[in-house]
């Protein structure tokens, strides 16, 4: 593909184009970005030398690859403004929470579409994101969106649509549960005397190494949860009040809620 249209470039929208650039699937003359108003990150891109436009219609060519990264609410206005610049040979990826293929190929009726799903540390591109095709899709064109998705960290496809809600609970929504412990241990690290500098470091740093710990073990989860347990010392006594309080029983019942409320963004 000799180009890539990138629709918004806000923090998803600019997270993919310095993957795309970072790990050079797309040289910067082969960008194409537009987005309406000017930002930070367009500024910057624009001192680089990427083409960047305020409107689809300023874009001439017929596009082989398309990313929307835009609001949800911008959906429609957007893809029916990006109709006239696609065909049966191009590929649509969205990263817009709750746009189904289905609402999708009501406004895009020719080109591939692929819906997915990624996080917030995608910034970082130590994000999750989870894609998957209309029937339409070959290939040839998921491994492209492989590639694409996969460079802001990594990507998996799922068969079928609903698994995107799935993964909306866990990966979509899952930064956040880490934050929310990260609040807990912290409030706890500053009530047990710890200064609110020193009690962030601890909570931080901690959740920072047993993911990384876990990441590169092949233990797993509860194996590394084993090693760390001894009996009758401190981690089993927090872990015991753990299960006593129903905390592994009401996270579940909050993934539960999440992917609920992705069925029914989905819905409209």
Known sequence: MKTALIVGCGNMGSAIVSALLEKEIFPRESLLIVEKQENQHTLQLE???????????????????VILAIKPQDAVPVMERLKPKVNAQSLVISIMAGITLKAMEKVLTEPMLI??????PCAI?????VFCGSPKVTASHKAIAQVILGGMGKAIEVEHEGMIDSATAISGSGPAY??????????AAKAFGFSAGDATMLAN?????????????????????????SKGGTTEAALRTFDAKGIKQSLTEGFKAAKARSEELGRG
Do not use: D
Request: hydrophobic share 35%; glycine share 10%; proline share 2%.
């Open 47 to 65: 001192g680089m030398g990427v083409r960047i436009f305020k409107t689809i219609e300023e874009v001439k060519e017929t596009q082989e690859l």
């Open 115 to 120: 819906r997915s799903m990624p996080n917030t």
């Open 125 to 129: 591109h130590q994000g999750m994101t």
């Open 178 to 187: 880490l934050f929310y412990l990260a609040e807990a241990m912290t409030e």
């Open 205 to 229: 740093q901690t959740l920072l190494g047993a993911s990384l710990l876990l990441e590169q073990s092949e233990e797993g989860a509860e194996g590394l949860k084993k090693r760390v347990t």
